[in-house]
Each structure stands twice: as structure tokens, then as C-alpha cells.
T-cell receptor, first 114, second 110 residues
Framework: DAGVIQSPRHEVTEMGQEVTLRCKPI?????LFWYRQTMMRGLELLIY????????DSGMPEDRFSAKMPNASFSTLKIQPSEPRDSAVYFC????????????FGSGTRLTVV | GENVEQHPSTLSVQEGDSAVIKCTYS??????FPWYKQELGKRPQLIID?????GEKKDQRIAVTLNKTAKHFSLHITETQPEDSAVYFC?????????FGKGTRLHILP
């Protein structure tokens, strides 16, 4: 099992540009989560999906952020337009159905907006 | 919604000594409490977890305790080693999602 796969690992972009982060969950995991990690705010939940359906997007900071999960093996997080304060590490995580399961995190995407 | 408080934010202990990290949670519906370790530049990794029907769980040098009445849970690391240096996150799960504390940076001093 290759684990949760995220791409790209690093992204540097100019303010105002569109950024797309990608995630492939572990096969058979029905839940997919997007988190943002910063020094000031720690690990913040942005949105999560169950069986490809968005369940809770209350953590998405602004309309500039959007996420999709077109199938069980792929999800994207898009920021348009990007701003310097979006600079952070974005983690994707997945877990199987059932209570009491921890997440498996991907390696993260370090986003820098200049 | 659930709120998880974690203390201390930074902890330094002498190699070989014990380290204790404490957390509180607010939502009595939370029934699953995982702990994650994150080394510099790496992903958080699950190191141990406990369910609400258990008061204590141990795995080699690490142990977790849970007091549901007080809504407290703790991580104990004994005989600390240099490789224990990392950021540790506690978390609570009231439903499908996990809410994390702000983390504790643990330094193991030689």
C-alpha cells in the first residue's frame, strides 16, 4: 500500500494565481480530509468527504477555497486567487469507515504564495 | 463544536526521564482519542489511541490515560530517548472528524 499520496510536495506561486493541490487516498478508505497546518493555528480541518460527498466544509476559510472529490481515488483542493496568507502546509488524510480509526496522513504540500 | 486544549506547548526533559502531556476536551460525545507524533518536515503519524470505554492503554514506553468524567486525557512517555524529540498532538473525535490540540514540542536533552 503506497499510503496517501499528495502532489505536488512543494508549490511556490505568485499572489493572484490559481493553485490546485491533489490527493489520492488509500484504497478502500471511505473518508478523506483536508487540513491546513500553520505555526499560529496548528492543524485546522478545512473540509471532509465521505464516499466522495462533502460532509462538512465549515472550515473552508473563504470562497477562494474549493474542494472536489470526483471519484473514490482522487480529490483536489483549489485556491483561486491565492494570497500570501494562504502559505501553509496542506495535508490530506484518509481513514476507513467505522468508529475509532485514526487517520493516515499524506506527506503534505508546502504552499508558498509570494 | 469540539475544542481540544493541550499543555504544555513546549517541554524539555533529560534523556531517560519521563514526559507527560495533558489535554482536555469539551464535547462529551467524543469517544475516540488518538495521539500523533510529527517530526520536523514530516507528516503526523498515529502513535497510540484510546477509546472512551477504556481508561488506560500502554504500548512499550508510551501510555495514555483517559478520565471521561473530567474530560482529561494524557500521554506518558517513559525512559525518553533522543528520537522522541518531535511535536506531539492530542485529538478528540466527537463524530467522523478528528479535532486536534495545538501540539507540544518535546525536546530531549542529552
Amino acid at each position: 500500500d503506497a499510503g496517501v499520496i499528495q502532489s505536488p510536495r512543494h508549490e511556490v506561486t505568485e499572489m493572484g494565481q490559481e493553485v490546485t493541490l491533489r490527493c489520492k487516498p488509500i484504497s478502500g478508505h471511505d473518508y478523506l480530509f483536508w487540513y491546513r497546518q500553520t505555526m499560529m493555528r496548528g492543524l485546522e480541518l478545512l473540509i471532509y468527504f465521505n464516499n466522495n460527498v462533502p460532509i462538512d466544509d465549515s472550515g473552508m476559510p473563504e470562497d477562494r477555497f474549493s474542494a472536489k472529490m470526483p471519484n473514490a481515488s482522487f480529490s483536489t483542493l483549489k485556491i483561486q486567487p491565492s494570497e500570501p496568507r494562504d502559505s501553509a502546509v496542506y495535508f490530506c488524510a484518509s481513514r476507513p469507515t467505522g468508529g475509532g480509526y485514526g487517520y493516515t496522513f499524506g506527506s503534505g504540500t508546502r504552499l508558498t504564495v509570494v | 463544536g469540539e475544542n481540544v486544549e493541550q499543555h504544555p506547548s513546549t517541554l524539555s526533559v533529560q534523556e531517560g526521564d519521563s514526559a507527560v502531556i495533558k489535554c482536555t476536551y469539551s464535547d462529551s460525545a467524543s469517544n475516540y482519542f488518538p495521539w500523533y507524533k510529527q517530526e520536523l518536515g514530516k507528516r503526523p503519524q498515529l502513535i497510540i489511541d484510546i477509546r472512551s470505554n477504556v481508561g488506560e492503554k500502554k504500548d512499550q514506553r508510551i501510555a495514555v490515560t483517559l478520565n471521561k468524567t473530567a474530560k482529561h486525557f494524557s500521554l506518558h512517555i517513559t525512559e525518553t530517548q533522543p528520537e522522541d524529540s518531535a511535536v506531539y498532538f492530542c485529538a478528540a473525535a466527537p463524530d467522523d472528524k478528528i479535532i486536534f490540540g495545538k501540539g507540544t514540542r518535546l525536546h530531549i536533552l542529552p
